[in-house]
């Protein structure tokens, strides 16, 4: 008998969610095997087709189901038969309010023998953690719009940026900073303009700062640290930055590290009083969806990350390097179909 079950909720959601999600959990199957972990697995049919069917995003007593769990795995959702915003408001962004996930966090890691679109970097200038803010900003909806479609049209959106939200995103990022070898923290804002939100940053970052001696701190504008992700990756360890600017940097920081497809993150609670979810940082792709020729490896990256968070660091190790050996031999090779690279990984993982 297994000797610790998990509550695992599964949303595939659109596109390509399913096919991707459907390789995933062939991994953790594997490596829960050799872990002795039982996984009780609920699949939810939320996104395109029940929004169609219904009319509604996520109905309430789902959202309390889904609160029932250990860890969620999400694949994506979106698909252009759904106007734009329906079901990233009524779904995505519910969840991460909901369950109050203020850490998006999410990894840009260059593995051996990835492309990287920039020239003389190595594996090892690549390996940052970016800590993103997951429920402030300018995502909260507050705002409006006044004169909508006529030439006086006045539309706000208002960045909400709490005492309590940034500090406990910083506190986060400076005990990641602190259980990492470069033990480095780079705040990224835009201070010199947004002051008002950038010195509420600031200020926590320094405060925060003095329970963390050993961690070294830095600060870029948003604008700088977009040059350097490219120029000078080397000079990033652990970055925080708010709910706008991470969501930017990190399309920036999955390109240079070999592409949407390789992007995994997660949508944390650290309290634990919700459980985390766990996600691709790429979208339903509906351009290549169900021709099974989306890359599965940022699902597969997610589930190490959601093994981590479970306080499975060897199973997410494993995994990790099974991942790690694949990228390695794919280079050169001929494009393998979606479920011929979760198996080539599945088979790594288990043997
Ligand atoms: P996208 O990430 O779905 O696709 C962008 C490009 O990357 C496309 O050319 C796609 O084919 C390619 N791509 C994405 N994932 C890939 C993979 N695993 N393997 C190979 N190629 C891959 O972003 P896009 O096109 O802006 O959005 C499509 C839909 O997804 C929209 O409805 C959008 O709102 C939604 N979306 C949902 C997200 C989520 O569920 N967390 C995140 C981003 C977008
Ligand atoms: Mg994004």
Same mark, same amino acid.
């Given at each position: 008998?297994?000797?610790?079950?998990?509550?695992?909720?599964?949303?595939?959601?659109?596109?390509?969610?399913?096919?991707?999600?459907?390789?995933?959990?062939?991994?953790?199957?594997?490596?829960?095997?050799?872990?002795?972990?039982?996984?009780? !697995?609920?699949?939810?049919?939320?996104?395109?087709?029940?929004?169609?069917?219904?009319?509604?995003?996520?109905?309430?007593?789902?959202?309390?189901?889904?609160?029932?769990?250990?860890?969620?795995?999400?694949?994506?959702?979106?698909?252009?038969?759904?106007?734009?915003?329906?079901?990233?408001?009524?779904?995505?962004?519910?969840?991460?309010?909901?369950?109050?996930?203020?850490?998006?966090?999410?990894?840009? $890691?260059?593995?051996?023998?990835?492309?990287?679109?920039?020239?003389?970097? !190595?594996?090892?200038?690549?390996?940052?953690?970016?800590?993103?803010?997951?429920?402030?900003?300018?995502?909260?909806?507050?705002?409006?719009?006044?004169?909508?479609?006529?030439?006086?049209?006045?539309?706000?959106?208002?960045?909400?940026?709490?005492?309590?939200?940034?500090? !406990?995103?910083?506190?986060?990022? #400076?005990?990641?900073?602190?259980?990492?070898?470069?033990?480095?923290?780079?705040?990224?804002?835009?201070?010199?303009?947004?002051?008002?939100?950038?010195?509420?940053?600031?200020?926590?970052?320094?405060?925060?700062?003095?329970?963390?001696?050993?961690?070294?701190?830095?600060?870029?504008?948003?604008?700088? +640290?977009?040059?350097? #992700?490219?120029?000078?990756? @080397?000079? #990033?360890?652990?970055?925080?930055?708010?709910?706008?600017?991470?969501?930017?940097?990190?399309?920036?920081?999955?390109?240079?590290?070999? @592409?949407?497809?390789?992007?995994?993150?997660?949508?944390?609670?650290?309290?634990?009083?919700?459980?985390?979810? #766990?996600?691709?940082?790429?979208?339903?792709?509906?351009?290549?969806?169900?021709?099974?020729?989306?890359?599965?490896?940022?699902?597969?990256?997610?589930?190490?990350?959601?093994?981590?968070?479970? @306080?499975?660091?060897?199973?997410?190790?494993?995994?990790?390097?099974?991942?790690?050996?694949?990228? +390695?031999?794919?280079?050169? @090779?001929?494009?393998?179909?979606?479920?011929?690279?979760?198996?080539?990984?599945? $088979?790594?993982?288990?043997?």
């Amino acid at each position: 008998m297994a000797s610790r079950s998990i509550r695992l909720a599964v949303i595939p959601g659109d596109g390509i969610g399913p096919e991707v999600v459907a390789e995933g959990l062939k991994v953790l199957d594997a490596v829960a095997q050799s872990h002795d972990l039982a996984i009780e !697995r609920e699949t939810y049919g939320l996104g395109a087709a029940r929004w169609h069917e219904t009319g509604d995003t996520l109905p309430d007593s789902m959202l309390e189901e889904i609160r029932g769990h250990d860890v969620i795995l999400l694949g994506a959702v979106g698909d252009p038969t759904v106007p734009s915003g329906v079901l990233e408001r009524g779904l995505l962004l519910r969840l991460r309010f909901e369950l109050d996930y203020y850490v998006n966090l999410r990894p840009v $890691k260059l593995y051996p023998g990835v492309t990287t679109p920039l020239a003389d970097v !190595r594996p090892e200038d690549v390996d940052m953690l970016v800590v993103r803010e997951g429920t402030e900003g300018p995502y909260t909806g507050v705002g409006g719009v006044m004169r909508r479609g006529t030439p006086q049209e006045v539309a706000t959106q208002e960045s909400i940026n709490t005492a309590y939200g940034v500090e !406990r995103v910083v506190r986060y990022a #400076f005990a990641r900073a602190a259980s990492r070898s470069r033990k480095k923290l780079t705040l990224v804002h835009k201070d010199n303009v947004l002051t008002f939100a950038g010195d509420l940053y600031q200020r926590t970052v320094r405060a925060v700062a003095r329970d963390f001696p050993e961690v070294s701190v830095d600060y870029l504008h948003v604008d700088a +640290a977009s040059m350097f #992700f490219v120029t000078q990756p @080397g000079r #990033f360890d652990v970055v925080v930055t708010d709910n706008l600017f991470g969501d930017i940097l990190t399309d920036l920081g999955a390109a240079i590290a070999g @592409g949407i497809g390789l992007a995994a993150s997660g949508n944390v609670n650290p309290t634990g009083d919700a459980p985390s979810m #766990f996600e691709p940082v790429h979208g339903s792709a509906p351009d290549i969806a169900g021709q099974g020729k989306a890359d599965p490896t940022a699902t597969i990256l997610s589930v190490a990350m959601l093994l981590d968070h479970l @306080g499975v660091p060897e199973a997410a190790r494993q995994v990790e390097s099974a991942v790690a050996a694949d990228l +390695a031999e794919r280079q050169g @090779g001929p494009a393998r179909a979606t479920s011929q690279i979760g198996d080539a990984i599945t $088979k790594r993982v288990a043997g």
